[in-house]
């Protein structure tokens, strides 16, 4: 049986409950490189030996989260409105009080499925 952990209030999930998945990727961002006549005849040797001994100081998992991490939560569908509401402040306690989601009833409504409830 496969069971979801919420990743924001660690309710567990079945297979088939309805529940979200939230990909967030961050990355460096860098702006367009001019190149000038001056910076291809500068000797970047003392530059860059002191750019490899600060990385050799470094771990690698650092090293790569300084330039790209991607974060994968699934959430249930109360931290999932608490999410969407303010991703940068996210707590899951602010999902608000709507309850679960009873999605079998909202396809009923539209007419699908069994209609006797
Ligand atoms: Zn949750």
Request: aromatic content about 6%; overall charge negative; some cysteine.
């Amino acid at each position: 049986m496969i069971a979801y952990h919420c990743d924001g209030c660690g309710l567990e999930m079945q297979k088939g409950d309805l529940r979200y998945t939230v990909t967030v990727e961050v990355r460096a961002a860098y702006d367009e490189l001019e190149i000038s006549l001056a910076d291809l005849v500068r000797d970047h040797r003392s530059e860059i030996l002191a750019l490899i001994a600060r990385m050799r100081r470094s771990d690698a998992q650092t090293l790569e989260e300084q330039v790209y991490k991607r974060i994968t939560l699934d959430l249930c569908p109360t931290c999932q409105r608490a999410y969407i509401r303010n991703p940068l402040r996210f707590h899951p306690e602010q999902g608000g009080a709507a309850g679960p989601v009873d999605i079998d009833g909202f396809l009923r409504s539209l007419g699908y499925g069994d209609n006797e409830v």
